[in-house]
């Protein structure tokens, strides 16, 4: 079995026993070829790399200039290659296991003033060709911050789950993950209007007998629904409307936003963590950065030497 073949089979493996979602598995399969294709070049494969062969092409990675997350995400996928290879019986060991990661820079999210994400909203009632449009970009923006819902997830969201005015909204996250996460009353109506949108729409495609779309954001493309890159380039065009720096604002900037208001208004970062989709709170305490202002207003307000 070639080394195409072992990452091949390891996707398979993920998506079939991991639920892993297809954006995870392309970044695995980018990881993985470029770590073959550094093998490959020095006359070896995944089957006779050593400990000190991976330990080398970290390095290598390192010299490229490559962030410490994607270091170490390269070393989770070799990682979890390896391991899977060693349960498969295709090696009697895992050459990766024991090699520590770069870690991760603790850098503070990119985020948006309440003020600039109220310009953001308004500005995208008024932003497309028509009103189906301003419908359509409301809505996205609305469950966007008040969900803090990743862009795959917002873009994905089948029809079925805005169905009888929900007050809580099911999203199914990374690896098939369901959670709840309760709506806004702004969202809510956004998404009210939008749903008759859409369901005049089912309601033409079958009197016509043509195929109907089974997503909330329906597009004619492959996938069924519209794709990321396009409500990139459409968060962007609303935040030049809104007078935004468009350098400020991404789908990923309003998910930051949501855990940031949340936490400042005084959430528990455990409701949090779950709204967000996070598996473990270490994830979701980046956004603590927010309390440092109020906890030390707190403080001296209250605390008795203060005053002083």
Not at 18 to 33: E, I, K, P, V
Not at 184 to 197: D, F, K, M, Q, T
Request: some cysteine; glycine content about 6%; hydrophobic content about 40%.
């Amino acid at each position: 079995m070639n080394d195409m073949h072992w990452i091949s089979a390891f996707l398979e493996a993920q998506a079939a026993e991991r639920g892993a979602a297809h954006n995870t598995q392309l970044a695995y399969a980018r990881d993985l070829r470029d770590y073959s294709g550094w093998l490959t070049a020095r006359g070896l494969d995944l089957s006779d790399a050593t400990r000190v062969d991976v330990e080398n092409y970290l390095v290598h990675t390192d010299a490229q200039g490559l962030s410490k997350a994607t270091r170490a995400r390269r070393l989770s996928a070799i990682r979890q290659l390896y391991r899977f290879a060693f349960e498969e019986g295709l090696r009697t060991d895992n050459p990766a296991i024991q090699i520590s990661g770069p870690g991760r820079d603790k850098r503070l999210p990119k985020t948006l003033s309440t003020a600039e994400v109220d310009l953001l909203l308004d500005a995208a009632t008024r932003h497309g060709r028509n009103r189906n449009d301003w419908l359509r970009n409301t809505c996205l923006m609305q469950l966007l911050y008040a969900t803090g819902m990743r862009v795959t997830e917002l873009v994905s969201l089948p029809l079925t789950a805005a169905k009888g005015d929900p007050r809580m909204l099911l999203i199914r996250g990374k690896g098939g993950k369901e959670r709840m996460v309760p709506l806004s009353p702004p969202a809510r109506e956004a998404l009210r209007l939008w749903l008759a949108i859409r369901e005049d729409e089912e309601t033409e495609a079958r009197s016509k007998g043509k195929p109907h779309s089974a997503f909330l954001f329906a597009s004619r493309g492959k996938s069924g629904h519209l794709t990321r890159h396009s409500f990139y380039i459409t968060i962007k065009d609303i935040a030049v409307a809104a007078g935004v720096s468009p350098a400020k604002v991404t789908p990923h900037t309003l998910r930051h936003a949501f855990a940031t208001h949340l936490l400042a208004n005084g959430a528990d970062l455990r409701a949090i963590q779950t709204f967000l989709g996070h598996a473990d709170v270490a994830t979701t305490e980046i956004y603590t950065h927010v309390l440092e202002e109020r906890l030390r207003e707190l403080v001296l307000e209250h605390h008795p030497m203060a005053n002083e």
